[in-house]
């Protein structure tokens, strides 16, 4: 697990979560979009995490999801993902 912040100790925004397979996160970015998730005073944005060589606008499944505007530290994250902790492999968390 990786933790950043800013210099003087603020959360970066963001976290990435990685799946076993494409079944859940392709499942999240689909409820996001029916229902934005908002914590911590922020909407948060659910999208595919792609490698570089895949173009951004690219609307492609990838097993790797990417949070912004998140600010509500690990605990939080793990709870929003309880209900698929079993599918997940990694988790970056940018606090």
């Known amino acids: 697990m990786l933790v950043e912040t800013h210099a003087d100790g603020r959360p970066r925004g963001f976290a990435n979560v990685t799946f076993e397979n494409m079944k859940h996160s392709v499942a999240a970015v689909l409820s996001s979009m029916e229902a934005p998730i908002h914590m911590g005073g922020r909407d948060l944005v ?9 173009p951004r606008h690219s609307n492609e499944p990838y097993e790797k999801l990417y949070f912004s505007g998140w600010a509500t530290g690990e605990d939080a994250l793990r709870e929003l993902m309880k209900d698929v902790e079993e599918d997940i492999v990694g988790i970056q968390f940018c606090a």
């Open 46 to 54: 659910v999208n595919y995490a792609r490698p570089k060589a895949i």
